[in-house]
Nanobody
Framework: QVQLVESGGGLVQAGGSLRLSCAAS????????MGWFRQAPGKEREFVAA????????YYADSVKGRFTISRDNAKNTVYLQMNSLKPEDTAVYYC?????????????????WGQGTQVTVSS
């Protein structure tokens, strides 16, 4: 079992930055692929970024590539999402997810464990 708790969301102006954190419980965090997803009102949950267990490979949605950076600290059981050059269309609830395999990292059903989400609002 893995429990995930996101933090770091908030209100920011367009062009600003935020760093989201996802703290995980459990001693096997370093074995999990971790993902960030987001869901805006009335829209489906969409992939943002993912990082494999070692941190040696990362994946990004085209919409955030070059602006967002995913990273992890296995010693702290935490995964981060650094978000720069934020746009109003980035406004959503951001969710952290974990899975041992996550064979298709951009699909929500690939992940067994989810956090409760943190709200990010970008004003124009």
């Amino acid at each position: 079992q893995v429990q995930l708790v996101e933090s770091g969301g908030g209100l920011v102006q367009a062009g600003g930055s935020l760093r989201l954190s996802c703290a995980a419980s459990g001693r096997t965090f370093s074995s999990y692929t971790m993902g960030w997803f987001r869901q805006a009102p009335g829209k489906e949950r969409e992939f943002v970024a993912a990082i494999i267990w070692s941190g040696s490979r990362t994946y990004y949605a085209d919409s955030v590539k070059g602006r967002f950076t995913i990273s992890r600290d296995n010693a702290k059981n935490t995964v981060y999402l650094q978000m720069n050059s934020l746009k109003p269309e980035d406004t959503a609830v951001y969710y952290c997810a974990a899975d041992l395999q996550a064979s298709i990292v951009h699909l929500p059903p690939s992940y067994d464990y989810w956090g409760q989400g943190t709200q990010v609002t970008v004003s124009s």
